[in-house]
């Protein structure tokens, strides 16, 4: 499904990844491991489309990324690829629905129909009571999981996770790591994790090892 090839990196005079490439097969969930600074998060940032490389492609099935304009591969991202930080970057001004419902409403989903799906997804992360709350008012381990609903809320194709159980205590974090493996059993995304939990990566299909920006 993403096919990235001789992927380089650099800013300025520092080169971050050095041609690397990689396979990721569709309902596959994959960990990406390694020390800081080995490039973890800059090639999680290319695949995911918020960055493109110095040199290299990336294709998504027969979609080459980096032909698409910004315009287009806003449209592109929004339509095929949910994130998830280890931050949750819920907006504080609104509620949990709402915070949900933003993705597709950009996506111009009607707002009613929006709504419905949010509430789908916060029920099936065990939030339907929590629906009208602000961020401030829920746990770190209730706004991660509605950070979840907000990367399920289009249906992405490819769901990509930044250190997600990084800001959790151990009790959230095993609650993350078996969610993110039933988002696959249950919705059937490709998962892609970078992480220095060690547990979250063994249950991962397969685990990629960075080391100085090269895959060891």
Do not use: W
């Not at 931050?87 to 009613?112: D, G, Q, T, W």
């Not at 959230?172 to 078996?178: D, V």
């Not at 998962?191 to 990629?208: F, G, K, P």
């Amino acid at each position: 499904m993403i096919e990235a090839v001789d992927i380089t990196r650099s800013f300025g005079d520092l080169t971050v990844l050095h041609g690397l490439s990689l396979s990721i097969a569709p309902a596959e969930v994959v960990s990406i491991v390694g020390p800081s600074g080995a490039g973890k998060s800059t090639l999680l940032q290319i695949l995911g489309t918020l960055d493109r490389p110095t040199s290299g492609k990336v294709t998504y099935d027969s979609v080459d990324v980096a032909s698409l304009s910004d315009r287009e591969l806003s449209r592109f991202r929004n339509q095929n690829i949910g994130f998830i930080f280890q931050a949750h970057r819920l907006l504080p001004e609104f509620s949990l629905l709402e915070n949900v419902m933003l993705p597709a409403l950009i996506a111009r989903m009607p707002r009613r129909e929006a709504a419905e799906q949010a509430r789908r997804l916060l029920d099936y992360l065990g939030l339907s009571h929590r629906l009208d709350h602000r961020p401030t008012h829920l746990s770190g381990g209730e706004c991660q999981r509605g950070s979840v609903a907000r990367a399920l809320i289009n249906s992405p194709k490819v769901i990509f996770a930044d250190e997600p159980t990084g800001a959790l205590d151990s009790a959230n974090r095993r609650e993350l790591q078996q969610l993110l493996l039933d988002l696959r059993r249950d919705f059937g995304q490709t998962i892609v994790i970078v992480t220095h939990d060690e547990s979250l990566a063994a249950a991962a299909d397969r685990t990629i090892t960075l080391l100085d920006g090269r895959i060891s």
